[in-house]
T-cell receptor, first 113, second 108 residues
Framework: EPEVTQTPSHQVTQMGQEVILRCVPI?????FYWYRQILGQKVEFLVS????????KSEIFDDQFSVERPDGSNFTLKIRSTKLEDSAMYFC???????????FGPGTRLTFT | QKEVEQDPGPLSVPEGAIVSLNCTYS??????FMWYRQYSRKGPELLMY????GNKEDGRFTAQVDKSSKYISLFIRDSQPSDSATYLC????????FGTGTSLTVIP
């Protein structure tokens, strides 16, 4: 069964460093998403991406965040200058069409040294 | 008012019990409703997907939507210890909105 994959499973960073989180959505899906979940809190929407551009973003998705689909399979989330409050699980998701069910990857845990 | 309200629990039931999980929402534009199961430190796993008022059954799981009351439910029959997880309701307009999740423990 096709699934969304994410790498790395755990990313350790330092204050002010740039990180890139990678996702491979399900191959025939066209809509891509990033979410975050701070430990013990709910899943929060960050951004949606379609046709090589951002279609929606939340207030969390500020200038330090960017997304990219550099090739036909990968979908990345870049955090330019990480802060302690960025510690969370970051989930990628994809779906085939609007209003179809959305499938999540296993997540990347972002922590600090 | 939050877009989606969900009782966080925790909820603890004996094995074999019927579990009822609920969410309310405020935005009448929501048309598609989902239930996800999330094990600790894992990604949400889609359980049920509905788009109309009424019931949808899949094995031991039944999803119920009442759009007039802006209320959705997930029922789990014959609950098993493996059902112990956090259950998230989600619904979509332009964005996806998740409930806070209800933590369920099924005791053998």
């Amino acid at each position: 069964e096709p699934e969304v994959t994410q790498t790395p499973s755990h990313q350790v960073t330092q204050m002010g460093q740039e990180v890139i989180l990678r996702c491979v959505p399900i191959s025939n899906h066209l809509y891509f998403y990033w979410y975050r979940q701070i430990l013990g809190q709910k899943v929060e929407f960050l951004v949606s991406f379609y046709n090589n551009e951002i279609s929606e973003k939340s207030e969390i998705f500020d200038d330090q965040f960017s997304v990219e689909r550099p090739d036909g399979s990968n979908f990345t989330l870049k955090i330019r200058s990480t802060k302690l409050e960025d510690s969370a699980m970051y989930f990628c998701a994809s779906r085939r069409q609007p209003n179809y069910e959305q499938y999540f990857g296993p997540g990347t845990r972002l922590t600090f040294t | 008012q939050k877009e989606v309200e969900q009782d966080p629990g925790p909820l603890s039931v004996p094995e074999g019990a019927i579990v009822s999980l609920n969410c309310t929402y405020s935005n009448s534009a929501f048309q598609y409703f989902m239930w996800y199961r999330q094990y600790s430190r894992k990604g949400p796993e889609l359980l049920m997907y509905t788009y109309s008022s009424g019931n949808k059954e899949d094995g031991r799981f039944t999803a119920q939507v009442d759009k007039s009351s802006k209320y959705i439910s997930l029922f789990i029959r014959d609950s098993q210890p493996s059902d112990s997880a956090t259950y998230l309701c989600a619904m979509t307009g332009n964005q996806f909105y998740f409930g806070t999740g209800t933590s369920l423990t099924v005791i053998p």
